[in-house]
Nanobody, 118 residues
């Protein structure tokens, strides 16, 4: 059974930090591109950061320089370190696993809420 379980969300003041974690099971983790996406009510889910199987990364312009995505293949875990948080970072954060070239292998976690107060 393929499963992604996120943790680490919460309420933090502006300027603070959070580290999100996503543990994968049921997949060959090292072969998947892992991503973090954010969704706010009434808007589409948008990419925050992504890391390939070879650890190439890309970031949304809004978080570049403030967030760092990393992966630990031995632990089947992807992390999102978020620093200098802003109220506009508030949203539900979802972990995603995609196997390049295999559209059917596209898995989502249940999400974790991040709320940044001003």
């Amino acid at each position: 059974q393929v499963q992604l379980v996120e943790s680490g969300g919460g309420l933090v003041q502006a300027g603070g930090s959070l580290r999100l974690s996503c543990v994968a099971s049921g997949i060959t983790f090292s072969g998947f591109t892992m991503g973090w996406y954010r969704q706010v009510p009434g808007k589409q889910r948008e990419l925050v950061a992504r890391i390939s199987s070879s650890s190439l990364t890309n970031y949304a312009d809004s978080v570049r320089g403030r967030c760092t995505i990393s992966r630990d293949n031995a632990k089947n875990t992807v992390y999102l370190q978020m620093d200098s948080l802003k109220p506009e970072d508030t949203g539900a954060y979802y972990c995603n696993a995609k196997r390049p070239g295999v559209p059917s292998l596209d898995v989502w976690g249940q999400g974790t809420q991040v709320t940044v107060s001003s």
